[in-house]
C-alpha cells in the first residue's frame, strides 16, 4: 500500500503532565519508521501562530521518556481563544502543507482543535492532563504521576500532623474534576474528600466528623480537598475555632504537575502516540486517541469532547466507609 502521508505536526498544550514527552517521543518515532516527516510545534498554539516550528528528527526525543514536563513547551494561548486568532492559526497549518495536526493535551486544547477541524485540518488529540478529565477516555497522560506525587507528599504530611495530633488539610490539583483528590483520599487514608462533582460535606459536616473521630480516640484527622472546591485555609482555620484542635492547611499546587513519569503514563503515552499515527495512516480524520473498557481506541474529535460522563458517587462511599 503506498503511503499517501507525508508530513504531520505535533504540539503540546494546555497545563503540562508527565508523560507528555513520551507521548511525542511515540508520535515522532512510528512518524518517521513510516517515512513521514514530522514538525514539532513549541508552546502550543502560542507557538504555532508565532512560527515557533522546527523539524524533528529521532535524536530529538531520545533520552525524553524519563523527563517530566514537556521538552516541547507549552502555554495557554490567549489568542487562540480568538475566532481571529483561530482563522489565522488555521491558515498557518495550511501552509505548513501537513496531512494531520496531532494535539497532546486537555480539553480546552482539543476544543481548539476542533475549530481548526471545522477549517480542514485533519486534527489527531492525544488526552494529556493530570486532571484526567477528558471524559471521553477513561484515562489521561499525566494522572498517574500526579496522584503518586501527590499521595507521597500527604504520607509527610501525615507524619508530622500525626505526631503533633493535628487536623489537616490538604489541596491537590483538579479545578474542575475531583478524581486527583479521590484517588489522594483512598490512597492517603483521608477521613473526608471535598470536589467539585458533588455538594457533599461542608466545614460544619467535617468538625462533626473530627469531633466524633477524637470520641473514638482517633488524634489525627485528614481531609482531602479539591482545587476545584478550594477554601481550604479559610476551611482550617474555622475548623480550628470552633474546635480548638491545631489544624493546618497544605497546597500541594504545581509540585503535583511535575517529575518524572510513572510506568503507566509512559506506557499510555507511547501507546497513543503510536496509535495517533496508525490512525492518521489508516485514513482517519478528526479523531482523539482514547483509553476505554482496557483499549486504546480512537473516537470523533466532536462526539469526544461532547461526552460527559455522569458523577458515580461510588468511590465517595468508598473512602466514608473505610475511614471509620
Ligand atoms: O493542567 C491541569 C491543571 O493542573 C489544573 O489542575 C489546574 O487547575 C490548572 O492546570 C493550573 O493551571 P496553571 O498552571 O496555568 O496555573
Known amino acids: ?29 512510528t512518524a518517521l519508521n ?6 514539532g510545534i513549541t508552546r502550543g498554539y502560542e507557538g504555532l501562530l508565532h512560527g515557533e ?13 524519563f523527563r517530566g514536563g514537556t521538552f516541547l513547551l507549552t ?15 488555521g491558515q498557518i ?12 493535551g486537555g480539553d480546552g486544547s482539543l476544543a481548539g482543535g476542533l ?47 500525626s505526631s503533633h495530633e493535628r487536623c489537616s488539610i490538604v489541596e491537590v490539583m483538579g479545578r474542575d474534576a ?6 489522594c483520599a483512598i490512597t492517603g487514608g483521608a477521613e473526608e474528600v471535598l470536589i467539585p462533582e458533588s455538594g457533599e460535606s461542608d466545614v460544619n459536616s467535617i468538625i462533626n466528623i473530627i469531633l466524633e473521630n477524637r470520641t473514638k480516640g482517633k488524634k489525627h484527622n485528614l481531609i482531602v480537598v479539591a482545587e476545584g472546591r478550594g477554601g481550604s ?22 509540585l503535583q504537575r511535575g517529575g518524572s513519569p510513572t510506568a503507566l503514563d509512559r506506557m499510555h503515552a507511547s501507546v497513543m502516540g503510536y496509535k495517533a499515527i496508525e490512525a492518521i495512516l489508516n485514513g482517519e480524520e478528526n479523531r482523539i486517541v482514547v483509553y476505554r473498557d482496557g483499549k486504546h481506541i480512537t473516537v470523533d474529535l466532536e462526539e469526544g469532547l461532547n461526552y460527559k460522563r455522569e458523577y458515580d458517587p461510588q468511590m465517595y462511599n468508598i473512602i466514608k466507609a473505610i475511614s471509620i
Open 75 to 89: 502555554a495557554r494561548s490567549k489568542e487562540m481563544m480568538t475566532p481571529e486568532g483561530q482563522e489565522r492559526a
Open 233 to 254: 485555609i479559610e476551611m482550617a482555620q474555622e475548623i480550628e475555632k470552633i474546635t480548638g484542635i491545631q489544624t493546618r492547611a497544605t497546597i500541594l499546587g504545581h
Open 115 to 161: 475549530k481548526l477541524s471545522k477549517m480542514g485540518i485533519n486534527v489527531i488529540g492525544i488526552p494529556g492532563t493530570i486532571d484526567l478529565d477528558l471524559d471521553c477516555s477513561d484515562y489521561t497522560i499525566g494522572f498517574d504521576t500526579a496522584v503518586n506525587t501527590a499521595m507521597e507528599a500527604i504520607s509527610k504530611i501525615k507524619d508530622t500532623s
Open 178 to 183: 475531583g478524581d486527583i483528590a479521590l484517588w
Open 53 to 65: 516550528i522546527k523539524d524533528m528528527t529521532s535524536s530529538h526525543v531520545s533520552e525524553v521518556i
Open 93 to 104: 497549518c495550511k501552509s505548513l502543507g501537513i496531512d494531520a495536526l496531532i494535539i497532546i
Open 1 to 29: 500500500m503506498v503511503n499517501k502521508v507525508k508530513k504531520i505536526a505535533v504540539m503540546t498544550s494546555g497545563g503540562d503532565a508527565p508523560g507528555m514527552n513520551a507521548a511525542v517521543r511515540a508520535v515522532i518515532r
Open 34 to 39: 513510516n517515512d513521514i516527516e514530522v514538525k
